[in-house]
Structures are given as C-alpha cells and as structure tokens.
C-alpha cells in the first residue's frame, strides 16, 4: 500500500507532473508512445488516490472539528433540566452528527485508500415504519410542514438511500428507498429531484471542492409526530446502530466509495480518458 | 571475477565529421549493439538511423598485441525519416534493434529496425571489378554502338576492397504500434517482430505478408493496463518464444497449440511486495528486456532496479534476483521527474551463461557472476580507458561516510547511461555503449 506519509502536496506535484507529461508527448517527435504514456497514466493514478484519501481525511478532521465544537457550544448554553423540544433535537443532532463523523472517520483504514465515504451519509434504522406509502406524498407533505419539526433528509443519489435526520434520531425512509429500488435503473437521472439546499449541510459543501461536487438532493419534510424525544432507548439503539453499522459500513464503503470516487473525480474525468485518446 | 577486472579497453566512435570528444548530436547517440553469431562482427546502430559494422582483425604474428582489434567495416544509413500523412505522425528513423542472421556464404546479413520497418540488409565485400565492356566505358558512360569496330571479353580486375550493403528485403507496414524488438528464429527462415500490442511472424523471403502470433490490444484502449515490452525466440526450440510486458510478467508461447498465441503456456511473475509499494511500483516493475540463456533453460530480465534469472521449469518466482543499483529506490520520484526512470535497460549473458551483464547511470555498467555470487561496478570513461589500462572496480557510496574511491548517489550523471551493451559470443569481449561513445573491452593478453 503506498505510504500515507506522502502527502497529499506531492501527489499533488505528482498529478501536475504526470499530466504535463502526457500533453508533452502529444508534440514530441515520432508520435505518442503508448508504453510510457501507460506507465505515466499509473502514476496519475496512484497520486489521485493518495491525494483524494488525503481530502478525504482532511475534510472529515474539519467536519469533525466543526461538529464537536458546536456541540460544545451548544452545551454550554444548554440547561440540562429544562430541554426544549427544538433545542434538544439540535442538540441530539448534532450528537448524531458528531457520531456519525466518528464513526465513519474512525473506520475509514488505509486498505479503504482512496475510498471514502461520504461524510454526509448516513445509516441508520427506522424508528418507524413510514406512515406515507410514496414518495411524491412526502414532496406533497413538504408544503405542509410544521413549524416545530425540525428534520432533514438526505438524498444520496448514488446510492439512493435516504437518510432522515428528525429531532436528534436516524432514519431510513424506507419507502422513499423502496420507491427508489422499484425503478432500478435507480441510477437514472430521473430519480434525481432538484430541491433547495438547506442550510446545514451547504456548510459541509463549503467545506471542500469535492464534495461540491456531489450531487446531493436535500430537502425539509414533515417530521414524524408521535416520537418521544427523551426516550434514552433511542439513543442506545443508535448506539448499537453504529457500533454495528462499522462492518456493514466497510462492507458498503467499497461500493459506496467507488461511487463516491467516481463521483468526486468527475470533473477530473477529461484527462483521464485524453490518456488514451490514441 | 578475475578476467573482468583487467580489460584491454578500445575507444571507438561511429565515423562522423560533427562528432567531437566533448559534444556530439542527438543522432550519433547509440541506440543499439550486437555481435554476430561468431562475434568476427559488432553492429552498432544510432538516432540518426546508420549502421556502422565493425571487422575484428585477424591475428597477426607481427603485432601480437593487437590481437582482435575491432575496425569499421561498413556504414550505411539503414534507415531516413519518414511521415506517416494518414495520421501526421513523423516516424523516427532511430534503429530500435539489429539483430544478425546466421552466415551462409560470403555475404552476412542483418535485420535492422525503427518504429515502423524492418529490413534486410546484405553486406558483402567487392574486391574485383569487371572491366572492358563493349558498350560502356570504364566509367559507365554509354558508348555509341556506330564507334565500336571490334568486340572484346569483359574480364575482372583486382580493386581495393569495398564493403557494401545493399538492402535486400524490406517488412514494412504491419505494425500500428512502436517497433520494440525483433528476434530470428533458430528455424533461419522466420523472425519475429514486436510492438507495444502486438507480435509478428514473418519469413525472412517474403515480404508483403506477416502473420499476428500475439494481440493484446482489448476490444476497448481504455481498458489497457499493459503492453508488450520484449519478445524473443528460444535458441533452440523454433517453436518457443517469449515476450515481456509492463506488469512485471513473462509469458512463454508455443505456437504449435495455436496459430494465435494469446494464451501462454508458461507464466513468470513475482509477486510485488506490498511494503515497497509506491507511486512508481508500476513504473520499476515494467520489464524492459527478456533475453534466454544460450543453454535455453533459463530466461533473464531487467526491470528498472533489478536482474532477475528465471529457470523455465519454475513460474512463480525468479531463481536468482541481482540488485543493480538500489540505492535509486529513494529518488524514484526526482528520476520520474527527468524522465529517466523511463530508461530501458538491457541485458545480456556471456557466452557460457555464467555471468550477466547490465548498464547503470554514471557510465557504470554491472557484472554479475552466478556461480561466484561476486558482482563488480565498472566505469566506460575516456578518463578511465587508456589504452592497457586495466578497469577499476567502482563503487557506489549509499550512506554513511564516502571512502576515496567511492562516488555518492547525488554525484551519479543520470545524462550518461549504459543501456545497451553486448557479449562476445565466445570470448571475454564486451561491447559498451555510453550515449555516442562505443567501448570494447577484452580480456587482457600476457
């Protein structure tokens, strides 16, 4: 496995480098020479994923930094005794967040490479089973929404799992998903839905260019009403949830993270395929 | 190692009126040496596209010492530049390789290759001239038949000997890809010719007609990963050849299972170790010369930091590996930058199979001795190269404190490199290339 002591600043250099080589031997006298281009093209790749697992690894220390810090304020401000529903799902949230960070940080190995997750994908459990039958109902619920709920909900449009993050506690909207698998051409652009962005995750996407690159579908929905929110159960059951989440999340990262790859290396993808444009 | 450390070194240069001792153009570089079957020649072949054939003296009682001097024999330009206008692409008239054909009758033959073209050329010696023809003169102008009154019989005259080569086969347009080696069979009737993706067999009479043995090119170029580097027949089974490639492999062929060899029969790889992986594995891995052994049973290669030794009977790892020069493990990366870690060194056995020879940078060249297990560092330098004068071992100082004699690793000249050199087939003479500069050793004579 290639060190993880070059940094990503020498990948970097490696990158430039190796893509000033193949231009150059575009002009060079007596044509393009495969052998060398393929061996340059090695190379190029090698540096990317050190330099993206370097990202990676970079943008989940920010995120994880930014997430426990505001936790730490949020605590600080906090009267343990006296939660407010709407501050102690923050709160939770945040937790979660925070967890979830961790988690997939901390099992996130060299083996994984340049395959990181999404920092923004979730997994978790249904709490409940999804009183709405079809998604275009939880479209129609968003116009409803109530002012006291405070969820939010990921699309990841790789994977078209959607992961709703209500009051502190995971969920997997299971029909959204279901929705999502009866059309297995999942990947088609179809599936994608353009909403607004919201304002908690457009600071992850801030973050780093990568993840900019993502396409990722956010929207409000309408919580789940009959949730008790100071139920410590939950809050083991997420537990549990991660600590047995770690495996599958491993076993669903290599799928997972080849997406992702893609995903992030698609405004890189132009000079991959000029290698062997031959 | 005792004959390897007292050379008799030759200076030789390839006969050029811009060549100089200090400068010379990219075409005098020196892109490959060979001798013959007997080693009586030595053919050198440069950028620039000439050959230049070198004659080994006959041993003169008179002058005892100087016994098996190499001279210039023959030059002729083999190959010119050429453009391919379909994909305006400039072929480089560089002579990839030459390799020599079995001696039948007076005349020797060689192949010569660039990129593109293969061809046959015919060296033979005329040391008589015809003289008195009836409608020429003797300078070849036309008479005028009305002024010739009487008829005369054209007889042969003596002349100072002239070499001349004279190409008598050319195999051109069947290669989309670079030409990398070329290697004739022990059959003398067919030769194979190899690019990046695909191997040839041709006879050696005919010429607008190849066949393909191997194709690796996939049905989608992006999904290449590796390409071919080197191909050779088995000197004795004319049936058996074996090719290179860039992941490290070698794959030997019988074309009796098929006409198309795609699928080996035998498969040589060493599995990488992953505690050395590093951005420049794939790079250092690629195999850039394949050369069997004269007893036919063993195989060597050279990547770029080692020689490996394979036994035919035994896939799975190399029987003998021989650093060359490890301690440019820690600068892959500024080698990458100046490009020479693209450099394709090569190989060659002596003619017993005992000892395997391989260039380095700085002009050093390595010998390794089998049985022994001794290996020594030598330096092809004008300064070093008096005449008698006996070669030094060199050595190179990786670390710690640097002894006299010793050059460190930040002191090699990666400009001057070693990449093709040759063996006698049948003696201790070596032939070394350094960039425009070809120098023949020998063992010395008491």
């Given at each position: 496995m290639i060190s993880t002591m070059e940094c990503a600043a020498d990948a970097q250099s490696l990158i430039s480098i190796s893509l000033m080589k193949i231009h150059n031997s575009r002009t060079?006298?007596?044509?393009?020479k495969l052998h060398k281009n393929l061996l340059v093209s090695y190379v190029l790749r090698n540096a990317r994923q050190v330099y993206i697992k370097e990202k990676y690894a970079e943008i989940y220390r920010m995120q994880q930094y930014e997430e426990v810090m505001t936790v730490c304020n949020e605590i600080q401000e906090l009267n343990p005794l006296d939660l407010d529903a709407e501050d102690a799902e923050d709160e939770e949230q945040a937790a979660a967040h925070a967890r979830t960070s961790s988690a997939i940080f901390g099992c996130s190995?060299?083996?994984d490479c340049s395959k990181e997750?999404?920092?923004?994908y979730y997994r978790s459990c249904c709490?409940?089973?999804?009183?709405?039958?079809?998604?275009d109902q939880f479209t129609a619920n968003n116009s409803s929404s109530s002012s006291h709920c405070n969820k939010t909900t990921v699309l990841?449009?790789?994977?078209?799992v959607v992961t709703t993050v209500e009051n502190g506690y995971l969920h997997q909207d299971c029909c959204c998903c279901d929705a999502l698998q009866c059309g297995?051409?999942?990947?088609?652009?179809?599936?994608k839905r353009k909403v607004e962005f919201s304002c908690c995750v457009s600071d992850v996407e801030d973050v780093s260019d990568f993840t900019a690159a993502r396409k990722r579908v956010k929207r409000e929905d309408c919580c789940y009403?009959?949730?008790?929110?100071?139920?410590?159960s939950n809050i083991s059951n997420l537990i549990s949830i991660f600590g047995s989440g770690f495996s599958g999340l491993l076993s669903r990262q290599s799928d997972l993270e080849q997406i992702c790859s893609k995903q992030v290396l698609a405004s890189l993808g132009a000079w991959t395929r000029a290698i062997v444009a031959f | 190692m005792k004959c390897f450390s007292r050379y008799l070194p030759y200076l030789f240069r390839?006969?050029?009126?811009?060549?100089?001792s200090t400068c010379h153009t990219e075409?005098?570089?020196?892109s490959t040496v060979e001798f013959n079957s007997s080693g009586e020649l030595l053919a050198t072949g440069d950028k620039g596209g000439r050959v230049v054939v070198f004659q080994r003296e006959q041993e003169s009682k008179s002058q005892?010492?100087?016994?098996g001097e190499y001279n210039v024999y023959s030059t002729f330009q083999s190959h010119e530049p050429e453009f391919d206008y379909l994909k305006s692409l400039e072929i480089e008239e560089k002579i990839n390789k030459i390799k020599w054909l079995p001696q039948q009758n007076a005349a020797y033959f060689l192949l010569s290759t660039n990129d593109k073209t293969v061809k046959l050329w015919k060296i033979s010696e005329r040391d008589k001239r015809p003289e008195g023809y009836n409608l020429k003169d003797d300078d070849g102008r036309i008479r005028d038949?009305?002024?010739?009154?009487s008829l005369r019989v054209p007889v042969l005259q003596p002349m100072d000997l002239m070499v001349e080569a004279t190409a008598r086969r050319v195999f051109s347009n069947a290669h989309m890809y670079h030409i990398n080696s070329i290697s004739v069979n022990s059959d003398y009737q067919t030769y194979i010719s190899t690019d990046d993706l695909r191997v040839n067999l041709w006879n050696?009479?005919?010429?607008?007609r190849s066949f393909n043995i191997v194709d690796i090119k996939?049905?989608?170029?992006?999904?290449?990963t590796e390409v071919i580097t080197s191909a050779e027949f088995h000197p004795q089974q004319c049936h058996t050849f074996a090719y290179s490639s860039s992941k490290g492999s070698i794959r030997l062929c019988d074309?009796?299972?098929?006409?198309?060899?795609?699928?080996?029969c035998k498969y040589f790889e060493e599995p990488e170790d992953?505690?050395?992986?590093?951005?420049f594995s794939e790079i250092i891995s690629s195999i850039s010369d394949v050369k069997f052994s004269h007893n036919g049973r063993y195989l060597m290669t050279r990547d770029y930091l080692t020689v490996k030794v394979w036994d035919l009977?035994?896939?799975?790892?190399?029987?003998e590996t021989y650093q060359?020069?490890?301690?440019l493990r820690g600068k892959l990366c500024s080698l990458y930058e100046n490009d020479c870690i693209f450099d394709k060194f090569e190989c060659v056995w002596n003619g017993s199979d005992s000892v395997i020879m391989t260039g380095s940078y700085n002009n050093f060249f390595r010998m390794f001795?089998?049985?022994?297990k001794r290996d020594v560092t030598l330096e092809a330098s004008r300064e070093n190269s008096k005449p008698r004068a006996i070669l030094k071992p060199r050595k190179v100082c990786v670390g710690g404190k640097r002894r006299k004699d010793e050059i460190s690793v930040d002191s090699l000249?990666?400009?001057?490199?070693?990449?093709h050199t040759t063996w006698h087939p049948h003696e201790n003479i070596i032939a070394v290339a350094a960039t425009n500069n070809l120098y023949i050793f020998q063992d010395k004579v008491n």
């Amino acid at each position: 496995m290639i060190s993880t002591m070059e940094c990503a600043a020498d990948a970097q250099s490696l990158i430039s480098i190796s893509l000033m080589k193949i231009h150059n031997s575009r002009t060079q006298r007596g044509g393009i020479k495969l052998h060398k281009n393929l061996l340059v093209s090695y190379v190029l790749r090698n540096a990317r994923q050190v330099y993206i697992k370097e990202k990676y690894a970079e943008i989940y220390r920010m995120q994880q930094y930014e997430e426990v810090m505001t936790v730490c304020n949020e605590i600080q401000e906090l009267n343990p005794l006296d939660l407010d529903a709407e501050d102690a799902e923050d709160e939770e949230q945040a937790a979660a967040h925070a967890r979830t960070s961790s988690a997939i940080f901390g099992c996130s190995s060299l083996d994984d490479c340049s395959k990181e997750p999404d920092p923004c994908y979730y997994r978790s459990c249904c709490m409940e089973p999804s009183p709405v039958p079809h998604c275009d109902q939880f479209t129609a619920n968003n116009s409803s929404s109530s002012s006291h709920c405070n969820k939010t909900t990921v699309l990841d449009l790789d994977t078209h799992v959607v992961t709703t993050v209500e009051n502190g506690y995971l969920h997997q909207d299971c029909c959204c998903c279901d929705a999502l698998q009866c059309g297995q051409g999942a990947r088609s652009p179809a599936r994608k839905r353009k909403v607004e962005f919201s304002c908690c995750v457009s600071d992850v996407e801030d973050v780093s260019d990568f993840t900019a690159a993502r396409k990722r579908v956010k929207r409000e929905d309408c919580c789940y009403s009959n949730i008790d929110y100071t139920d410590t159960s939950n809050i083991s059951n997420l537990i549990s949830i991660f600590g047995s989440g770690f495996s599958g999340l491993l076993s669903r990262q290599s799928d997972l993270e080849q997406i992702c790859s893609k995903q992030v290396l698609a405004s890189l993808g132009a000079w991959t395929r000029a290698i062997v444009a031959f | 190692m005792k004959c390897f450390s007292r050379y008799l070194p030759y200076l030789f240069r390839p006969p050029s009126t811009i060549l100089s001792s200090t400068c010379h153009t990219e075409a005098d570089i020196i892109s490959t040496v060979e001798f013959n079957s007997s080693g009586e020649l030595l053919a050198t072949g440069d950028k620039g596209g000439r050959v230049v054939v070198f004659q080994r003296e006959q041993e003169s009682k008179s002058q005892p010492q100087r016994r098996g001097e190499y001279n210039v024999y023959s030059t002729f330009q083999s190959h010119e530049p050429e453009f391919d206008y379909l994909k305006s692409l400039e072929i480089e008239e560089k002579i990839n390789k030459i390799k020599w054909l079995p001696q039948q009758n007076a005349a020797y033959f060689l192949l010569s290759t660039n990129d593109k073209t293969v061809k046959l050329w015919k060296i033979s010696e005329r040391d008589k001239r015809p003289e008195g023809y009836n409608l020429k003169d003797d300078d070849g102008r036309i008479r005028d038949p009305s002024t010739i009154t009487s008829l005369r019989v054209p007889v042969l005259q003596p002349m100072d000997l002239m070499v001349e080569a004279t190409a008598r086969r050319v195999f051109s347009n069947a290669h989309m890809y670079h030409i990398n080696s070329i290697s004739v069979n022990s059959d003398y009737q067919t030769y194979i010719s190899t690019d990046d993706l695909r191997v040839n067999l041709w006879n050696l009479e005919i010429t607008d007609r190849s066949f393909n043995i191997v194709d690796i090119k996939p049905a989608n170029m992006e999904e290449l990963t590796e390409v071919i580097t080197s191909a050779e027949f088995h000197p004795q089974q004319c049936h058996t050849f074996a090719y290179s490639s860039s992941k490290g492999s070698i794959r030997l062929c019988d074309m009796r299972e098929a006409a198309l060899c795609d699928k080996h029969c035998k498969y040589f790889e060493e599995p990488e170790d992953p505690s050395t992986r590093s951005f420049f594995s794939e790079i250092i891995s690629s195999i850039s010369d394949v050369k069997f052994s004269h007893n036919g049973r063993y195989l060597m290669t050279r990547d770029y930091l080692t020689v490996k030794v394979w036994d035919l009977q035994m896939e799975n790892k190399p029987l003998e590996t021989y650093q060359v020069h490890d301690y440019l493990r820690g600068k892959l990366c500024s080698l990458y930058e100046n490009d020479c870690i693209f450099d394709k060194f090569e190989c060659v056995w002596n003619g017993s199979d005992s000892v395997i020879m391989t260039g380095s940078y700085n002009n050093f060249f390595r010998m390794f001795d089998r049985n022994t297990k001794r290996d020594v560092t030598l330096e092809a330098s004008r300064e070093n190269s008096k005449p008698r004068a006996i070669l030094k071992p060199r050595k190179v100082c990786v670390g710690g404190k640097r002894r006299k004699d010793e050059i460190s690793v930040d002191s090699l000249d990666f400009s001057k490199k070693i990449l093709h050199t040759t063996w006698h087939p049948h003696e201790n003479i070596i032939a070394v290339a350094a960039t425009n500069n070809l120098y023949i050793f020998q063992d010395k004579v008491n």
